[in-house]
């Protein structure tokens, strides 16, 4: 092969190589979009409980984790909703708690030793995973963020309000209002 050649089959490669860089780089960013009848909403969280929400999710789509009685400080890419609301449209919501999220401040082993190590694997067989199907209420053309609210009892709201919790339009303010359980019912 001549130098010609093999430059030709070298530019060609660098050009495909380029379109399928160029064409991964579409998919991620229309990943994020969900196409014409969905719309993307990144997901906040707010705990309104004394247990740690080690990590949760929307439909799959990850938000971040919570400190007990935490949230609002950060969002996440995305979730998917349909473009328009309709009273079937709901959300499964799974998270992860800790329900002594301050024990590992009391130990006296050195943190990260193998002693803490072996502490720490102990502490995490009392995690507890849940999962809800939870309503999405009503919404209009424009949803600003999925915004969930982890309440009492393993309750879940979701809701897609253009509006934080300091604004006097925000529509989720009793949830901050709400005492937290002593015992909450079986079901």
């Known amino acids: 092969m001549n130098a010609i050649a093999r430059g030709s089959v070298r530019g060609a490669m660098s050009s495909g190589a380029v379109c399928v860089w160029v064409l991964l780089g579409v998919l991620a960013l229309s990943g994020c979009r969900g196409g014409p009848e969905m719309v993307s ?31 609002g400080g950060a ?23 800790d329900p002594d999220p301050h024990a590992s401040a009391t130990w006296t082993e050195r943190q990260y030793s193998d002693a803490w190590r072996k502490r720490m694997r102990e502490k995490k067989q009392n995690y507890l995973n849940h999962k809800a199907v939870v309503e999405v209420p009503k919404y209009g053309k424009k949803v600003c963020a999925l915004q969930v609210n982890f309440l009492n009892c393993d309750q879940v709201k979701v809701s897609t309000t253009c509006f934080i919790p300091e604004h006097p339009n925000y529509p989720d303010k009793a949830y901050f209002e709400v005492k937290e359980a002593d015992e909450c019912p079986v079901s």
């Not at 959300?91 to 708690?97: C, L």
């Open 75 to 97: 969002e996440v890419c995305c979730g998917v909703l349909p473009r328009t609301w309709s009273p079937r449209v709901k959300v499964v919501v799974e998270w992860q708690t």
């Open 41 to 71: 909403a990144p997901i906040t969280g707010y705990n309104h409980t004394s247990a740690a929400i080690n990590r949760f999710a929307v439909n799959g789509a990850s938000g971040p984790n919570l400190g007990p009685y935490l949230g």
